[in-house]
């Protein structure tokens, strides 16, 4: 399974935008890049997913660099509820199952 | 509508005895999942059904855990002669559809004493 990395724990100031780093060196060309999030005593939630290009909606932007080896979650305005484990998976085929990694615990601070 | 539903919440037993956790997924989701996820790790990957059967059984790890989705709907994990060691919250998620977003349930913190 493809690996990522990520720093174990960031933090940012409320109203802040927040870039969440991910490295993927070994991504394959199939590989699609999803972003999760886990909430305290919650299980995961979606928040964004690419492959190539970048991607926005209305919880987050995603920025995927030009040779697809790092990519990085950007949340615009965090807020309080932000505070959360965010997880950057790779999932190249249909059907496979999601490699967790231990993530990047967000705080964010008032 | 309704999300992905996991009974019990909670369940205490103690070691040895057998416990079953259920998952209900999204109406007419075809793939469900199950993870399990110790204190401050990411959710390790147990099984995934597409419909009734078991595609993916590579991260059960020994023959006391088993699970079934007989229905195509409703899945179970059962876990015999449990042990301390056992002792996570138990995740599961279904996806319906081409597209890949997974949708997890709140879990089942299994604690074995």
């Keep these: 399974d493809a690996k990522t990395t990520q720093p174990n724990s960031m933090e940012s100031n409320e109203e802040e935008p927040v870039h969440l780093p991910c490295n993927h060196s070994t991504i394959s060309g199939t590989d699609y890049i999803h972003w999760y999030r886990q909430l305290p005593s919650q299980g995961p939630e979606y928040v964004i997913h690419g492959l190539t290009s970048n991607v926005n909606n209305r919880m987050a932007s995603l920025a995927i660099a030009e040779d697809r080896k790092s990519s990085t979650l950007i949340l615009h305005r965090a807020t309080l509820r932000d505070a959360a484990v965010y997880y950057c998976i790779l999932f190249g085929n249909y059907g496979q199952n999601f490699v967790f990694g231990p993530g990047t615990r967000l705080s964010v601070l008032p | ?113």
């Design chain 2, 1 to 113: 509508g309704a999300g992905v539903s996991q009974t019990p919440s909670n369940k205490v037993t103690e070691k040895g005895k057998y416990v079953e956790l259920r998952c209900d997924p999204i109406s007419g989701h075809t793939a469900l999942y199950w993870y399990r996820q110790s204190l401050g790790q990411g959710p390790e990957f147990l099984i995934y059904f597409q419909g009734t059967g078991a595609a993916d059984d590579s991260g059960l790890p020994n023959d006391r855990f088993f699970a079934v989705r007989p229905e195509g709907s409703v899945s179970t994990l059962k876990i015999q002669r449990t042990e301390r060691g056992d002792s996570a919250v138990y995740l599961c998620a279904s996806r319906g559809g081409s597209y890949n977003e997974q949708f997890f349930g709140p879990g089942t913190r299994l604690t074995v004493l």
